[in-house]
Protein backbone atom coordinates (compact mmCIF):
# COMPACT_ATOMS: atom_id res chain seq x y z
CA UNK A 1 0.00 0.00 0.00
CA UNK A 2 1.37 3.57 -0.49
CA UNK A 3 2.22 5.87 1.42
CA UNK A 4 1.69 9.36 1.23
CA UNK A 5 5.22 9.88 0.74
CA UNK A 6 5.26 7.64 -1.86
CA UNK A 7 2.67 9.49 -4.05
CA UNK A 8 5.16 12.78 -3.83
CA UNK A 9 8.09 9.79 -4.97
CA UNK A 10 7.14 8.81 -8.69
CA UNK A 11 9.23 8.56 -11.28
CA UNK A 12 10.29 12.05 -13.32
CA UNK A 13 9.72 12.02 -17.23
CA UNK A 14 5.98 10.82 -16.88
CA UNK A 15 3.18 13.44 -17.41
CA UNK A 16 1.61 14.59 -14.22
CA UNK A 17 -1.65 12.74 -14.27
CA UNK A 18 0.52 9.93 -14.90
CA UNK A 19 2.65 10.49 -11.87
CA UNK A 20 -0.32 11.66 -10.01
CA UNK A 21 -2.47 8.33 -10.66
CA UNK A 22 0.13 6.14 -10.03
CA UNK A 23 -0.37 4.57 -7.14
CA UNK A 24 -4.30 3.43 -8.27
CA UNK A 25 -3.70 3.01 -12.20
CA UNK A 26 -4.42 -0.58 -12.02
CA UNK A 27 -7.75 -0.04 -10.37
CA UNK A 28 -8.71 2.36 -12.92
CA UNK A 29 -7.86 0.26 -15.71
CA UNK A 30 -10.26 -2.69 -13.96
CA UNK A 31 -12.82 -0.46 -13.65
CA UNK A 32 -12.86 0.84 -17.11
CA UNK A 33 -12.47 -2.90 -18.55
CA UNK A 34 -15.73 -3.81 -16.48
CA UNK A 35 -17.51 -0.34 -17.60
CA UNK A 36 -16.63 -1.52 -21.19
CA UNK A 37 -17.37 -4.99 -20.58
CA UNK A 38 -21.05 -3.81 -19.33
CA UNK A 39 -21.43 -1.42 -21.57
CA UNK A 40 -20.98 -4.13 -24.26
CA UNK A 41 -23.38 -6.22 -22.87
CA UNK A 42 -26.31 -3.60 -22.61
CA UNK A 43 -25.91 -3.55 -25.71
CA UNK A 44 -27.10 -7.30 -26.43
CA UNK A 45 -30.70 -6.52 -26.54
CA UNK A 46 -30.75 -4.39 -29.61
CA UNK A 47 -29.31 -7.60 -31.48
CA UNK A 48 -31.76 -9.02 -29.81
CA UNK A 49 -34.60 -6.74 -31.61
CA UNK A 50 -32.78 -6.80 -34.93
CA UNK A 51 -32.82 -10.99 -34.68
CA UNK A 52 -36.78 -10.72 -33.39
CA UNK A 53 -37.69 -8.58 -36.31
CA UNK A 54 -35.85 -10.55 -38.99
CA UNK A 55 -37.70 -13.64 -37.46
CA UNK A 56 -40.90 -12.00 -37.66
CA UNK A 57 -40.55 -10.43 -41.60
CA UNK A 58 -39.18 -13.64 -42.84
CA UNK A 59 -40.71 -16.34 -44.80
CA UNK A 60 -40.15 -19.13 -42.09
CA UNK A 61 -42.12 -17.05 -39.20
CA UNK A 62 -41.95 -16.38 -35.58
CA UNK A 63 -40.57 -19.39 -33.31
CA UNK A 64 -41.74 -18.93 -29.83
CA UNK A 65 -39.34 -20.34 -27.90
CA UNK A 66 -36.89 -19.00 -29.99
CA UNK A 67 -37.96 -15.78 -29.35
CA UNK A 68 -38.06 -16.32 -25.51
CA UNK A 69 -34.58 -18.29 -25.74
CA UNK A 70 -33.57 -14.00 -27.47
CA UNK A 71 -35.70 -12.36 -24.89
CA UNK A 72 -34.11 -13.88 -22.06
CA UNK A 73 -30.60 -13.66 -23.18
CA UNK A 74 -31.35 -9.78 -23.91
CA UNK A 75 -32.67 -9.54 -20.19
CA UNK A 76 -30.11 -11.41 -18.78
CA UNK A 77 -27.46 -9.56 -20.93
CA UNK A 78 -28.57 -6.18 -19.71
CA UNK A 79 -28.69 -6.85 -16.01
CA UNK A 80 -25.38 -7.90 -16.13
CA UNK A 81 -24.57 -5.13 -17.76
CA UNK A 82 -25.42 -2.72 -15.13
CA UNK A 83 -24.01 -4.70 -12.68
CA UNK A 84 -20.88 -4.55 -14.04
CA UNK A 85 -21.32 -0.82 -15.17
CA UNK A 86 -22.46 -0.23 -11.32
CA UNK A 87 -19.71 -2.08 -9.97
CA UNK A 88 -17.06 -0.20 -11.91
CA UNK A 89 -18.16 2.99 -10.58
CA UNK A 90 -18.05 1.60 -7.07
CA UNK A 91 -14.35 0.66 -7.96
CA UNK A 92 -13.07 3.83 -9.33
CA UNK A 93 -15.20 6.15 -6.58
CA UNK A 94 -13.33 4.06 -4.05
CA UNK A 95 -10.09 4.41 -5.88
CA UNK A 96 -10.74 8.34 -6.32
CA UNK A 97 -11.14 8.16 -2.51
CA UNK A 98 -7.82 6.68 -1.78
CA UNK A 99 -5.99 9.14 -4.05
CA UNK A 100 -7.69 12.21 -2.84
CA UNK A 101 -6.68 11.14 0.92
CA UNK A 102 -3.53 10.26 -0.36
CA UNK A 103 -2.91 13.30 -2.19
CA UNK A 104 -4.21 15.46 0.88
CA UNK A 105 -1.97 13.95 3.36
CA UNK A 106 1.09 14.33 1.23
CA UNK A 107 0.64 17.71 0.68
CA UNK A 108 0.19 18.50 4.07
CA UNK A 109 3.67 16.20 5.42
CA UNK A 110 5.04 18.02 2.71
CA UNK A 111 4.05 21.56 3.67
CA UNK A 112 4.89 20.62 6.97
CA UNK A 113 8.82 20.29 5.92
CA UNK A 114 9.33 22.94 3.12
CA UNK A 115 10.88 25.76 4.70
CA UNK A 116 8.86 28.14 6.33
CA UNK A 117 10.33 31.13 4.00
CA UNK A 118 8.47 29.25 1.21
CA UNK A 119 5.20 30.57 2.56
CA UNK A 120 5.98 34.41 2.58
CA UNK A 121 7.06 33.95 -1.33
CA UNK A 122 3.66 32.74 -2.27
CA UNK A 123 -0.18 33.46 -1.57
CA UNK A 124 -2.06 30.74 0.49
CA UNK A 125 -4.89 30.86 -2.30
CA UNK A 126 -2.10 29.28 -4.25
CA UNK A 127 -1.80 25.98 -1.56
CA UNK A 128 -5.68 26.25 -1.53
CA UNK A 129 -6.06 25.87 -5.09
CA UNK A 130 -4.03 23.05 -4.89
CA UNK A 131 -5.38 21.24 -2.05
CA UNK A 132 -9.03 21.95 -2.92
CA UNK A 133 -9.74 23.18 -6.09
CA UNK A 134 -7.58 20.99 -7.87
CA UNK A 135 -8.09 18.05 -6.21
CA UNK A 136 -11.58 18.27 -6.80
CA UNK A 137 -11.16 18.58 -10.21
CA UNK A 138 -9.03 15.74 -10.53
CA UNK A 139 -12.15 13.68 -9.04
CA UNK A 140 -13.96 13.70 -12.21
CA UNK A 141 -10.60 12.33 -13.77
CA UNK A 142 -10.84 9.68 -11.10
CA UNK A 143 -14.29 8.93 -10.35
CA UNK A 144 -15.65 9.36 -13.96
CA UNK A 145 -13.40 9.67 -16.87
CA UNK A 146 -12.06 6.60 -16.81
CA UNK A 147 -15.14 4.22 -16.59
CA UNK A 148 -16.87 6.67 -18.76
CA UNK A 149 -14.32 5.80 -21.52
CA UNK A 150 -14.86 2.31 -20.89
CA UNK A 151 -18.50 2.60 -21.49
CA UNK A 152 -17.90 4.26 -24.69
CA UNK A 153 -14.86 2.56 -26.31
CA UNK A 154 -17.26 -0.68 -25.18
CA UNK A 155 -20.02 0.57 -26.98
CA UNK A 156 -18.50 1.73 -30.27
CA UNK A 157 -16.56 -1.68 -30.05
CA UNK A 158 -19.12 -4.09 -30.12
CA UNK A 159 -21.39 -2.28 -31.74
CA UNK A 160 -18.67 -2.22 -34.99
CA UNK A 161 -18.03 -5.94 -34.49
CA UNK A 162 -21.61 -6.60 -35.03
CA UNK A 163 -21.93 -4.19 -37.99
CA UNK A 164 -19.41 -5.61 -39.68
CA UNK A 165 -20.30 -9.41 -38.84
CA UNK A 166 -23.76 -8.73 -40.15
CA UNK A 167 -22.09 -7.06 -43.42
CA UNK A 168 -18.41 -5.36 -44.02
CA UNK A 169 -19.85 -3.59 -46.74
CA UNK A 170 -23.00 -1.57 -45.12
CA UNK A 171 -20.61 -1.93 -42.18
CA UNK A 172 -18.28 0.52 -43.72
CA UNK A 173 -20.63 2.88 -45.57
CA UNK A 174 -22.76 3.20 -42.58
CA UNK A 175 -19.63 4.81 -40.78
CA UNK A 176 -18.68 7.58 -43.62
CA UNK A 177 -20.10 10.38 -41.59
CA UNK A 178 -17.94 9.91 -38.53
CA UNK A 179 -14.36 10.55 -40.45
CA UNK A 180 -16.35 14.31 -41.21
CA UNK A 181 -17.30 14.30 -37.66
CA UNK A 182 -12.99 13.87 -36.35
CA UNK A 183 -12.08 16.15 -39.57
CA UNK A 184 -14.37 19.26 -38.49
CA UNK A 185 -13.10 18.34 -34.68
CA UNK A 186 -9.16 18.69 -35.55
CA UNK A 187 -10.10 22.00 -37.28
CA UNK A 188 -11.94 23.27 -34.25
CA UNK A 189 -9.59 22.19 -31.83
CA UNK A 190 -6.60 23.66 -33.93
CA UNK A 191 -8.86 27.34 -34.26
CA UNK A 192 -9.36 27.21 -30.36
CA UNK A 193 -5.48 26.48 -29.60
CA UNK A 194 -4.33 29.30 -32.01
CA UNK A 195 -7.14 31.99 -29.88
CA UNK A 196 -6.43 30.28 -26.30
CA UNK A 197 -3.85 32.02 -25.02
CA UNK A 198 -5.40 35.93 -25.71
CA UNK A 199 -8.60 34.12 -24.34
CA UNK A 200 -6.68 33.24 -20.96
CA UNK A 201 -4.78 36.73 -20.96
CA UNK A 202 -8.47 38.61 -21.64
CA UNK A 203 -9.86 36.72 -18.17
CA UNK A 204 -6.36 37.15 -16.72
CA UNK A 205 -7.10 41.05 -17.22
CA UNK A 206 -10.08 41.28 -16.05
CA UNK A 207 -9.32 39.46 -12.72
CA UNK A 208 -6.69 42.31 -12.41
CA UNK A 209 -9.02 44.95 -13.19
CA UNK A 210 -11.97 43.61 -10.10
CA UNK A 211 -9.48 42.72 -7.75
CA UNK A 212 -7.99 46.50 -8.53
CA UNK A 213 -11.60 48.06 -8.36
CA UNK A 214 -12.68 46.48 -5.29
CA UNK A 215 -9.58 47.06 -3.20
CA UNK A 216 -9.08 50.71 -4.77
CA UNK A 217 -12.71 52.13 -4.14
CA UNK A 218 -11.84 53.76 -0.73
CA UNK A 219 -9.04 55.14 -2.92
CA UNK A 220 -11.34 56.40 -6.07
CA UNK A 221 -13.76 57.73 -3.96
CA UNK A 222 -11.75 59.80 -1.94
CA UNK A 223 -10.18 61.06 -5.43
CA UNK A 224 -13.73 61.50 -7.03
CA UNK A 225 -11.92 58.98 -9.64
CA UNK A 226 -14.59 57.09 -9.99
CA UNK A 227 -14.51 57.36 -13.98
CA UNK A 228 -11.04 56.23 -14.68
CA UNK A 229 -11.87 53.36 -12.26
CA UNK A 230 -14.70 52.27 -14.73
CA UNK A 231 -13.06 53.01 -17.70
CA UNK A 232 -10.25 50.86 -16.60
CA UNK A 233 -12.59 47.98 -16.01
CA UNK A 234 -14.66 48.83 -19.28
CA UNK A 235 -11.47 48.38 -21.22
CA UNK A 236 -10.90 45.04 -19.56
CA UNK A 237 -13.89 43.75 -20.41
CA UNK A 238 -14.11 44.69 -24.21
CA UNK A 239 -10.75 43.30 -24.73
CA UNK A 240 -12.02 40.02 -23.23
CA UNK A 241 -15.22 40.44 -25.00
CA UNK A 242 -12.63 40.61 -28.81
CA UNK A 243 -10.61 37.95 -27.55
CA UNK A 244 -14.07 35.79 -26.80
CA UNK A 245 -15.49 36.45 -30.33
CA UNK A 246 -12.01 35.53 -31.89
CA UNK A 247 -11.90 32.16 -29.95
CA UNK A 248 -15.50 31.30 -30.33
CA UNK A 249 -16.09 32.21 -33.70
CA UNK A 250 -14.24 29.44 -35.72
CA UNK A 251 -15.00 26.77 -32.84
CA UNK A 252 -18.25 27.07 -33.04
CA UNK A 253 -18.55 27.02 -36.72
CA UNK A 254 -16.06 24.27 -37.17
CA UNK A 255 -18.08 22.17 -34.08
CA UNK A 256 -21.84 23.06 -35.30
CA UNK A 257 -20.33 21.19 -38.50
CA UNK A 258 -18.98 18.56 -36.55
CA UNK A 259 -21.99 17.63 -34.41
CA UNK A 260 -24.25 17.74 -37.52
CA UNK A 261 -22.07 15.61 -39.23
CA UNK A 262 -23.00 12.62 -36.59
CA UNK A 263 -26.48 13.61 -35.64
CA UNK A 264 -28.58 10.25 -35.46
CA UNK A 265 -30.76 11.83 -38.36
CA UNK A 266 -27.89 12.30 -40.46
CA UNK A 267 -26.34 8.90 -39.63
CA UNK A 268 -29.80 7.31 -39.82
CA UNK A 269 -30.23 8.80 -43.41
CA UNK A 270 -26.71 7.83 -44.67
CA UNK A 271 -27.68 4.31 -43.59
CA UNK A 272 -30.86 4.32 -45.30
CA UNK A 273 -29.99 5.95 -48.66
CA UNK A 274 -26.94 3.47 -48.88
CA UNK A 275 -28.74 0.29 -47.91
CA UNK A 276 -31.39 1.89 -50.63
CA UNK A 277 -28.77 1.61 -52.68
CA UNK A 278 -27.54 -1.96 -51.65
CA UNK A 279 -30.67 -3.27 -52.30
CA UNK A 280 -31.39 -1.96 -55.71
CA UNK A 281 -27.77 -3.51 -56.55
CA UNK A 282 -29.24 -7.08 -55.43
CA UNK A 283 -26.26 -7.24 -53.08
CA UNK A 284 -28.55 -7.51 -49.60
CA UNK A 285 -32.17 -8.15 -49.00
CA UNK A 286 -34.34 -5.13 -47.05
CA UNK A 287 -34.00 -6.89 -44.07
CA UNK A 288 -30.38 -6.52 -43.39
CA UNK A 289 -30.56 -3.07 -43.75
CA UNK A 290 -32.30 -2.86 -40.06
CA UNK A 291 -29.38 -4.31 -38.21
CA UNK A 292 -27.29 -1.25 -39.01
CA UNK A 293 -30.16 1.37 -38.70
CA UNK A 294 -31.11 0.50 -35.09
CA UNK A 295 -27.24 -0.03 -34.20
CA UNK A 296 -25.38 2.79 -36.04
CA UNK A 297 -27.12 5.94 -34.64
CA UNK A 298 -26.21 5.02 -31.64
CA UNK A 299 -22.29 5.60 -32.28
CA UNK A 300 -23.13 8.99 -31.79
CA UNK A 301 -23.66 9.52 -28.13
CA UNK A 302 -20.50 7.14 -27.35
CA UNK A 303 -18.40 9.71 -29.83
CA UNK A 304 -19.86 13.00 -28.37
CA UNK A 305 -18.82 11.49 -24.71
CA UNK A 306 -15.49 10.70 -25.66
CA UNK A 307 -15.05 14.60 -26.94
CA UNK A 308 -16.48 16.14 -23.90
CA UNK A 309 -14.58 13.89 -21.37
CA UNK A 310 -11.48 14.43 -23.55
CA UNK A 311 -12.24 18.35 -23.02
CA UNK A 312 -12.31 17.91 -19.27
CA UNK A 313 -8.73 16.10 -19.60
CA UNK A 314 -6.70 19.39 -20.38
CA UNK A 315 -8.35 20.82 -16.91
CA UNK A 316 -7.58 17.74 -15.11
CA UNK A 317 -3.93 17.77 -17.02
CA UNK A 318 -3.61 21.56 -15.16
CA UNK A 319 -5.01 20.46 -12.18
CA UNK A 320 -2.66 17.36 -11.76
CA UNK A 321 0.74 20.38 -12.94
CA UNK A 322 -0.28 21.98 -10.23
CA UNK A 323 -0.62 19.15 -7.35
CA UNK A 324 2.52 17.26 -8.38
CA UNK A 325 4.60 20.64 -8.45
CA UNK A 326 2.99 21.25 -4.91
CA UNK A 327 4.64 17.65 -3.90
CA UNK A 328 8.10 18.01 -5.63
CA UNK A 329 8.56 21.74 -3.56
CA UNK A 330 12.12 21.11 -1.80
CA UNK A 331 11.84 20.77 1.59
CA UNK A 332 13.78 21.45 4.67
CA UNK A 333 16.13 18.82 5.10
CA UNK A 334 16.17 16.79 8.43
CA UNK A 335 18.58 15.12 10.14
CA UNK A 336 18.41 11.27 10.19
CA UNK A 337 17.13 9.49 13.33
CA UNK A 338 19.75 9.27 15.80
CA UNK A 339 22.11 12.01 13.89
CA UNK A 340 20.38 14.96 15.65
CA UNK A 341 22.51 17.20 17.57
CA UNK A 342 21.72 18.83 20.82
CA UNK A 343 23.24 23.06 21.11
CA UNK A 344 25.42 23.34 24.63
CA UNK A 345 24.17 26.48 25.22
CA UNK A 346 22.76 29.30 23.58
CA UNK A 347 25.57 31.37 22.01
CA UNK A 348 24.65 32.06 18.11
CA UNK A 349 27.56 32.49 15.31
CA UNK A 350 27.07 33.05 11.90
CA UNK A 351 30.28 32.27 9.79
CA UNK A 352 30.63 33.95 6.50
CA UNK A 353 26.76 33.43 5.87
CA UNK A 354 24.87 34.36 2.21
CA UNK A 355 21.89 33.76 0.69
CA UNK A 356 20.67 34.41 -2.88
CA UNK A 357 16.77 34.07 -3.46
CA UNK A 358 15.75 31.80 -6.34
CA UNK A 359 15.48 34.55 -8.76
CA UNK A 360 19.21 35.64 -8.31
CA UNK A 361 18.76 38.33 -6.33
CA UNK A 362 21.30 38.53 -3.31
CA UNK A 363 19.94 39.20 0.17
CA UNK A 364 22.91 38.84 2.38
CA UNK A 365 26.66 37.77 1.34
CA UNK A 366 29.35 36.77 3.75
CA UNK A 367 27.83 37.94 6.96
CA UNK A 368 29.77 36.91 10.25
CA UNK A 369 29.44 37.95 13.80
CA UNK A 370 28.20 36.51 17.11
CA UNK A 371 25.25 36.78 19.62
CA UNK A 372 26.75 36.32 23.14
CA UNK A 373 24.53 35.12 25.97
CA UNK A 374 22.30 37.45 27.57
CA UNK A 375 23.41 39.83 24.96
CA UNK A 376 21.45 42.41 23.02
CA UNK A 377 22.27 42.56 19.55
CA UNK A 378 20.66 45.80 16.86
CA UNK A 379 20.15 45.38 13.22
CA UNK A 380 19.91 48.13 11.43
CA UNK A 381 20.34 49.46 7.63
CA UNK A 382 18.18 50.65 4.64
CA UNK A 383 15.38 48.91 3.63
CA UNK A 384 16.54 46.45 1.60
CA UNK A 385 19.57 45.83 3.29
CA UNK A 386 18.74 42.62 3.90
CA UNK A 387 17.60 42.79 7.80
CA UNK A 388 14.84 40.80 7.76
CA UNK A 389 16.29 38.19 5.36
CA UNK A 390 19.18 37.73 8.29
CA UNK A 391 16.51 37.04 11.01
CA UNK A 392 14.43 34.16 8.72
CA UNK A 393 17.78 32.44 8.18
CA UNK A 394 18.54 32.43 12.13
CA UNK A 395 15.06 31.25 12.18
CA UNK A 396 15.80 28.55 9.72
CA UNK A 397 13.14 29.75 7.41
CA UNK A 398 15.72 29.08 5.05
CA UNK A 399 18.97 27.49 4.81
CA UNK A 400 22.14 29.68 3.85
CA UNK A 401 23.26 29.21 0.42
CA UNK A 402 27.18 29.71 1.75
CA UNK A 403 28.42 29.80 5.13
CA UNK A 404 26.51 28.56 8.19
CA UNK A 405 25.00 29.21 11.44
CA UNK A 406 25.59 27.45 14.80
CA UNK A 407 23.21 26.93 18.04
CA UNK A 408 25.55 25.88 20.85
CA UNK A 409 27.93 25.44 18.68
CA UNK A 410 26.08 22.80 16.25
CA UNK A 411 24.64 23.98 12.69
CA UNK A 412 21.54 24.86 12.71
CA UNK A 413 20.93 22.22 9.71
CA UNK A 414 21.43 19.59 12.32
CA UNK A 415 19.36 20.40 14.96
CA UNK A 416 15.73 18.50 14.63
CA UNK A 417 13.33 21.91 14.24
CA UNK A 418 11.29 21.32 17.15
CA UNK A 419 14.45 21.48 19.26
CA UNK A 420 15.65 24.52 17.30
CA UNK A 421 11.99 26.53 18.44
CA UNK A 422 12.79 25.46 21.76
CA UNK A 423 15.53 27.54 22.08
CA UNK A 424 14.98 30.49 19.36
CA UNK A 425 11.49 32.10 19.70
CA UNK A 426 10.19 34.93 17.76
CA UNK A 427 8.05 37.81 17.42
CA UNK A 428 7.46 39.19 13.85
CA UNK A 429 5.15 41.55 11.84
CA UNK A 430 3.37 39.18 10.30
CA UNK A 431 1.20 36.83 13.45
CA UNK A 432 -0.85 33.87 11.94
CA UNK A 433 -3.12 32.86 14.06
CA UNK A 434 -4.82 29.45 13.52
CA UNK A 435 -8.55 28.62 13.48
CA UNK A 436 -8.88 27.27 17.04
CA UNK A 437 -9.15 28.55 20.55
CA UNK A 438 -7.34 31.20 21.87
CA UNK A 439 -6.12 29.02 24.36
CA UNK A 440 -4.90 26.83 21.71
CA UNK A 441 -3.27 29.62 19.67
CA UNK A 442 -0.94 30.63 22.52
CA UNK A 443 -0.25 27.32 23.82
CA UNK A 444 0.72 26.17 19.96
CA UNK A 445 4.61 25.88 20.63
CA UNK A 446 4.06 24.01 23.73
CA UNK A 447 0.35 22.28 23.83
CA UNK A 448 0.81 20.20 27.35
CA UNK A 449 1.05 23.63 28.48
CA UNK A 450 -1.79 24.17 31.43
CA UNK A 451 -4.40 26.63 31.44
CA UNK A 452 -2.58 28.21 34.65
CA UNK A 453 0.43 28.69 32.29
CA UNK A 454 -1.25 29.87 29.33
CA UNK A 455 -3.18 32.81 31.55
CA UNK A 456 0.05 33.34 33.00
CA UNK A 457 2.26 34.09 29.52
CA UNK A 458 -1.17 36.31 28.74
CA UNK A 459 -0.95 38.24 32.04
CA UNK A 460 2.94 38.48 31.02
CA UNK A 461 2.35 39.72 27.28
CA UNK A 462 -0.44 42.60 28.36
CA UNK A 463 -2.85 40.57 26.74
CA UNK A 464 -4.80 38.46 29.54
CA UNK A 465 -7.45 41.35 30.36
CA UNK A 466 -8.56 41.48 26.25
CA UNK A 467 -8.87 37.95 26.10
CA UNK A 468 -10.90 37.83 29.55
CA UNK A 469 -13.00 40.58 27.68
CA UNK A 470 -13.95 38.03 24.95
CA UNK A 471 -17.41 36.20 24.58
CA UNK A 472 -16.24 32.83 25.69
CA UNK A 473 -12.67 34.15 27.37
CA UNK A 474 -10.02 31.38 26.32
CA UNK A 475 -12.01 28.80 25.16
CA UNK A 476 -13.62 31.95 22.25
CA UNK A 477 -12.23 30.61 18.47
CA UNK A 478 -10.17 32.73 16.50
CA UNK A 479 -12.20 34.26 13.22
CA UNK A 480 -15.99 33.49 15.07
CA UNK A 481 -16.17 34.73 18.68
CA UNK A 482 -12.30 35.92 18.64
CA UNK A 483 -11.05 39.02 17.00
CA UNK A 484 -8.20 40.84 17.67
CA UNK A 485 -6.25 43.99 16.03
CA UNK A 486 -3.06 44.23 14.86
CA UNK A 487 -1.11 45.36 18.08
CA UNK A 488 -3.55 42.24 20.13
CA UNK A 489 -2.24 39.53 17.37
CA UNK A 490 1.25 40.94 18.17
CA UNK A 491 0.45 40.19 21.82
CA UNK A 492 -0.79 37.16 21.21
CA UNK A 493 2.86 36.23 19.48
CA UNK A 494 4.35 37.56 22.87
CA UNK A 495 2.30 35.34 24.86
CA UNK A 496 3.16 32.48 22.45
CA UNK A 497 7.01 33.00 22.75
CA UNK A 498 6.80 33.53 26.66
CA UNK A 499 5.05 30.36 27.00
CA UNK A 500 7.99 28.67 25.26
CA UNK A 501 10.31 30.55 27.41
CA UNK A 502 13.34 30.02 24.79
CA UNK A 503 16.73 31.64 26.11
CA UNK A 504 16.91 33.29 22.07
CA UNK A 505 14.41 35.79 21.24
CA UNK A 506 14.45 37.42 17.53
CA UNK A 507 11.92 40.36 17.04
CA UNK A 508 11.45 41.52 13.56
CA UNK A 509 9.23 44.83 13.65
CA UNK A 510 7.49 43.90 16.75
CA UNK A 511 5.45 46.86 17.14
CA UNK A 512 4.67 47.60 13.48
CA UNK A 513 1.12 46.99 13.28
CA UNK A 514 0.27 48.46 16.62
CA UNK A 515 -1.29 51.69 17.86
CA UNK A 516 0.01 54.11 20.11
CA UNK A 517 -1.31 52.73 23.31
CA UNK A 518 -0.83 48.76 22.40
CA UNK A 519 2.97 49.78 20.88
CA UNK A 520 3.64 50.75 24.87
CA UNK A 521 1.99 47.46 25.97
CA UNK A 522 3.88 45.29 23.42
CA UNK A 523 6.74 47.50 24.32
CA UNK A 524 6.45 47.10 28.33
CA UNK A 525 5.53 43.17 27.94
CA UNK A 526 8.74 42.74 25.46
CA UNK A 527 10.82 44.78 28.28
CA UNK A 528 9.69 42.37 31.00
CA UNK A 529 10.19 39.28 28.66
CA UNK A 530 13.57 40.49 27.77
CA UNK A 531 15.36 40.18 30.62
CA UNK A 532 18.16 37.91 30.79
CA UNK A 533 18.05 36.18 27.22
CA UNK A 534 20.06 36.96 23.83
CA UNK A 535 18.70 39.25 22.18
CA UNK A 536 18.58 40.25 17.99
CA UNK A 537 16.02 42.78 17.23
CA UNK A 538 15.81 43.87 14.06
CA UNK A 539 15.47 47.61 13.89
CA UNK A 540 14.11 50.93 12.10
CA UNK A 541 14.57 53.36 14.76
CA UNK A 542 17.96 54.04 15.79
CA UNK A 543 17.12 55.68 18.65
CA UNK A 544 15.06 52.48 20.47
CA UNK A 545 18.47 50.36 20.02
CA UNK A 546 21.38 52.75 21.37
CA UNK A 547 21.86 50.84 24.40
CA UNK A 548 22.43 47.28 22.61
CA UNK A 549 25.45 45.55 23.60
CA UNK A 550 26.18 45.71 19.67
CA UNK A 551 24.84 47.26 16.89
CA UNK A 552 25.02 45.28 13.05
CA UNK A 553 24.85 47.83 9.94
CA UNK A 554 23.58 46.43 6.97
CA UNK A 555 24.33 47.66 3.57
CA UNK A 556 23.31 46.10 0.01
CA UNK A 557 23.43 42.63 2.21
CA UNK A 558 26.91 43.40 3.62
CA UNK A 559 28.44 43.58 7.03
CA UNK A 560 29.35 47.47 6.32
CA UNK A 561 29.63 48.31 10.18
CA UNK A 562 29.87 46.55 13.33
CA UNK A 563 29.93 48.30 17.29
CA UNK A 564 27.75 49.46 19.87
CA UNK A 565 26.27 53.80 19.60
CA UNK A 566 28.82 55.04 20.50
CA UNK A 567 32.14 53.69 18.60
CA UNK A 568 29.66 53.87 15.54
CA UNK A 569 28.98 57.44 15.70
CA UNK A 570 32.75 57.94 16.10
CA UNK A 571 33.87 56.68 12.91
CA UNK A 572 31.68 58.76 11.09
CA UNK A 573 30.46 56.36 8.39
CA UNK A 574 26.76 55.14 7.85
CA UNK A 575 25.54 54.37 11.20
CA UNK A 576 26.42 57.93 11.95
CA UNK A 577 25.41 59.50 9.16
CA UNK A 578 21.92 57.91 9.15
CA UNK A 579 21.84 59.09 13.32
CA UNK A 580 22.59 62.60 11.67
CA UNK A 581 19.83 62.51 9.09
CA UNK A 582 17.63 61.24 11.58
CA UNK A 583 15.95 58.53 9.54
CA UNK A 584 15.05 56.43 11.87
CA UNK A 585 13.06 58.72 14.13
CA UNK A 586 10.35 58.03 12.01
CA UNK A 587 8.48 54.78 13.00
CA UNK A 588 9.27 52.65 10.10
CA UNK A 589 9.76 49.44 11.67
CA UNK A 590 9.68 50.00 15.73
CA UNK A 591 11.51 47.83 17.68
CA UNK A 592 12.02 46.87 21.03
CA UNK A 593 12.61 50.13 23.68
CA UNK A 594 14.37 48.05 26.52
CA UNK A 595 17.39 47.30 23.84
Known sequence: MDTPDTVSAKPKGRGPISQILSPIRGRLIVAAALAGCGSMLTLVPLAGIAHIASLALGDSGIVSHEVWWVVI???????LGMLLISAAELLAHLADNRITYHLRMAIIQRLSRVPLGWFTRRASGEVKQAIQDDINTLHSLTAHFYTTVGRAVGAIVISLVYLFAMDWRMAIVSILPFPGFFLFFTRAMK??????????EGMGRIDNAVVEFVNGIPVVKSFGAIGKAHNSYREAIDAFAHAFIGFTRPLVGSMANANAMISPVAVLGTVLAFGTSFVALGWIVPLDVLPFALVTPGLCGPLLLLHYVTHDLNHATGAASRVQALLDTPVLEQPAPGMQL??????????????????GRRGVL?????LQPGTTTAIVGRSGAGKSTLARLLLRFFDPTQGRITLGGVDLRHIETSTLYRHIGFVLQEVRLIHASVCDNIALGRPSAS?????????MANIHERILALPRGYDSVVGEDAQFSGGELQRVSIA?????????????????????????????ALSRFAEGRTLLVIAHRLDTVMHADQIIVLDNGTLHEQGNHAELLARQGLYAHLWALGDYHNCEEPAVSSC
Open 191 to 200: ASERNMQAFV
Open 73 to 79: AGIASLC
Open 451 to 459: RQQVEEAAR
Open 366 to 370: DISFA
Open 496 to 524: RAVLLDPPVLVLDEATAAADAESEVAIQD
Open 342 to 359: LPMGSEICLEHVGYTYDA
